[in-house]
């Protein structure tokens, strides 16, 4: 089993609609997660922590399901600077990295 | 806002040359990673580095690889005969001390091998 898997997309959406995806990881004892966006052949950028009770930045949601062992993203009210690919991480003293979900929205 | 710079931007070097990257992490951080991007695939961990020593390496850093902080700013990884396989894109990283370890990226260097 890969360490963390993604669905890769691509999600296509309109402006203004809301888009959500998940990512699961495979050591039950990864202490903390994350979601960066990498736009294309630029550096990952973090985008927000993921905490266990569920944390918002803006229009960004992130769950962590500890028991289940995934994490998603939620992003209300898309933009078209939203166009990117989500990588999940997860960090166990190194960071190990999905392979991204490609997020475009047309406008 | 303190950011993570690396050098050069590219770096074009035949086979079997030694090639180094320079990373300047962000000044109060105190861990410091180095990390690869083959095109078209995922970011893959290669070392991280604390309190001047190797902390974690991948299997990928094997012995052809090398880091060094030689001064209070800089953070070098070297190759010291590259591969064609070794043309990535190469991102420093460094964090701050205590949860949850966020790591902030710079740039990167794209490092082509001819």
């Known amino acids: 089993r890969k360490e963390v898997e993604q669905d890769p997309g691509p999600f296509n959406v309109p402006e203004g609609a809301t888009v959500a995806f998940n990512c699961t990881y495979s050591?039950?004892?990864?202490?903390?997660f994350f979601w960066y966006r990498q736009d294309c052949r630029k550096e990952p950028k973090l985008l927000m922590s993921?905490?266990?009770s569920g944390n918002e930045d803006g229009r960004f949601t992130a769950q962590l399901n500890r028991a289940s062992q995934y994490i998603s993203l939620l992003i209300r009210d898309s933009k078209l600077s939203d166009s990117a690919t989500y990588l999940c991480v997860v960090n166990d003293y190194k960071l190990s990295f999905g392979a991204g979900t490609t997020v475009t929205v047309r406008a | 806002e303190p950011e993570v710079t690396q050098t050069p931007s590219h770096q074009v070097t035949q086979m079997g040359q030694e090639v180094i990257l320079r990373c300047v992490p962000i000044?109060?951080?105190?861990?410091f990673y180095w990390y690869r991007q083959i095109l078209g695939q995922k970011v893959e961990f290669l070392v991280s580095?604390?309190?001047?020593?190797?902390?974690?390496k991948s299997e990928i850093f094997d012995d052809q690889f090398s880091v060094e902080r030689p001064d209070g700013s800089n953070f070098t990884l070297k190759i010291r005969s590259t591969k064609l396989e070794d043309s990535a894109m190469y991102f420093c990283?460094?964090?701050?001390?205590?949860?949850?370890?966020?790591?902030?990226f710079g740039p990167g260097t794209r490092l082509t091998v001819t």
């Open positions: 993921v905490y266990s």
């Open positions: 990283a460094s964090s701050g001390s205590g949860m949850p370890y966020e790591q902030y």
């Open positions: 000044s109060n951080h105190l861990y």
């Open positions: 580095f604390y309190n001047n020593e190797i902390s974690e």
């Open positions: 050591n039950s004892a990864s202490q903390s």
